[in-house]
């Protein structure tokens, strides 16, 4: 079992739930959740399928979605899909018009996984990670004017001088950034140096190291379980225990783009 299913079944066995009631509660298959927990990928519809059903079953068990969609990409070596996510296959009691409650949460949970799915596809990808570069805004800067005392009526006036101000460069890195991890336990850590995906995910009881010409951005899963040091100076625990963070570090002289805390 890899990864990825064993994150599934740990999870749903720490919160006492059979697959029998998994079924019944995301109305996703019995053999599919059994088929997701041992990554028997033959045994599953097609890689869209696939990820309608780990997003419903991540948020089911109280998972990060995009985490589990991450990992899934990695294990399986398949791309994130262009347009929207396939939604998960829906079973639909056919007893008859005595009981149209299945069909309705059916319904339901259509339309909920259609609205989330237009949110995804209109919002950038890179703002999930907190990469978006600002755009800088030039700053202008008024030169002073030399002023001179009034001319007496015995002296003619000069023209004034004026004194153009001297552009400013723009800083550049002098140097670079080396960010070493040193995970006590399990975390799920993407790392992207210099706009790139360096490294994408589960790290446990280990020590990684990456190093960036501009920057380095990290998101960690369990930001509890992992301990920074940039640069030789350690800086601790990134954050609690379960707590999802991005954080960002530039080479001197860089600027670093905005990061935040889902």
Known sequence: MGDLGGLLREAREKKGISLEQAETDTRIRHKFL??????????????????????????????????????????SGTDEPEGIPAVPLVNVSMEGARNLGPVIIGLAVVAGLLLVAVFFVRLPWRTWFGLQTPVPTATA????????????????????ATTAAAPTATPQPTGEVRVQFVVTGRSWVQIVADGQVAYAGLLENETREWTGKQSIVARVGNAGAVQATVNGQSVGVLGGAGEVVVQEWAAEGATPSPTGTP
């Open 34 to 75: 059994a088929a997701l927990e041992t990554e028997d990928y033959a045994a599953l519809p097609a890689p869209a399928y696939v990820r309608g059903f780990l997003k419903a079953y991540a948020a089911y068990l109280g998972l990060d979605p995009q985490q589990v969609l991450s990992l899934f990409t990695v294990v």
């Open 141 to 160: 800067t008024t030169a002073p004017i030399a002023t001179r005392p009034a001319p007496t009526p015995t002296r003619t006036p000069q023209p004034t």
